[in-house]
């Protein structure tokens, strides 16, 4: 009798431990969820910050070009299309919802780079606020900053929700149900030096 007691002490136990687990992963799915949405927000926040200065006539037009070419490219790029490397061959991803996907971090990836590339000489940059364009600086300096916070968050949460899926009894009784895989955004976020980067 005795130890049938604490075998169901033991099984109500585990069914405490299981059910507490798979609450904290569905937690982070959530958040890696509710961190990509922000990731995205804050994209499109720098994007059209980019467009903002590229169109205000103050930068000179090859690079206003560069700028503008590279913000509208980055907002308008199909988040679920994927490009392998190996073959040059694009596709869409099987598990949208997951990363952002190669092209559009691609895209943003050329956004810094157009964005450093022009705006990286605080002596030009100097020029430009003398001009009145500083408040478009500021946003566009700001957005760029808060990219790289989002991303760093997003990534963070994603490392956090890997750790506790890896764990065996996550996997061997399939805790994760059908979520997706969590994805890491990996793109060069850098801040130009000339807007404080």
Known sequence: MQWLIVAGAIVVLLGIYLSWTAGRL???HARVDAARGVLDAQLHRRSGAALDVASGGLLDPASAMLVADAASRARTVDPHRTENPATGLSGFREEPGTGLGGEREQAESDLTQALVETLDDPGYIAELRAEGAGEALD???SACRQVGHARRFHND???AARRLRRKPVVRWLRLAGRAPWPETVEFDDAVPKGLGG
């Open 157 to 159: 949460t994603v490392r």
């Open 139 to 141: 946003d566009l300096a």
């Open 26 to 28: 569905d937690r982070l």
